[in-house]
């Protein structure tokens, strides 16, 4: 019996239909994954320049106070510094026994998510 290729037409997909099919979904899926880690890793990095912040407000702090701040806080690297200014025509900021102190803490990440975070602010010793 010899089939009319009406009953031929109704029978199925072919295999290449069924691999195109299984490429385009696979490559959908795949693009949706991609996303959705991006939209993550970016969802991540205001929360760790806010904790930088936070870690630098309170070193300021904690430097204004008279004591040393520690250099590692929560896996960020401090560096705070001190320098005393000289308050006249003109700001100098290069020695001790001055009018004024500049605090600076600079927060780094040591696996390079954020940049690094500074903040400085001037004080009456």
């Known amino acids: 019996m010899i089939l009319s290729n009406r009953n031929r037409s109704t029978q199925g997909f072919s295999f290449t239909e069924v691999m195109a099919s299984i490429v385009i979904l696979s490559l959908g899926i795949l693009a949706a994954t991609r996303m959705q880690a991006t939209a993550l890793s970016a969802n991540l990095a205001p929360v760790n320049s806010q904790e930088a912040a936070i870690i630098a407000r309170e070193t300021i702090e904690v430097l204004a106070s008279g004591q ?36 600076t803490v600079t927060v780094t990440d040591p696996n390079g998510s954020i940049e690094p975070y500074t903040v400085s602010t001037l004080r009456v010793p």
């Open 68 to 103: 040393a701040p520690n250099p590692t806080v929560n896996g960020y690297i401090v560096n705070a510094t001190r320098t005393g200014c000289q308050f006249g025509a003109t700001l100098v900021c290069a020695g001790a026994g001055t009018d004024l102190e500049q605090l």
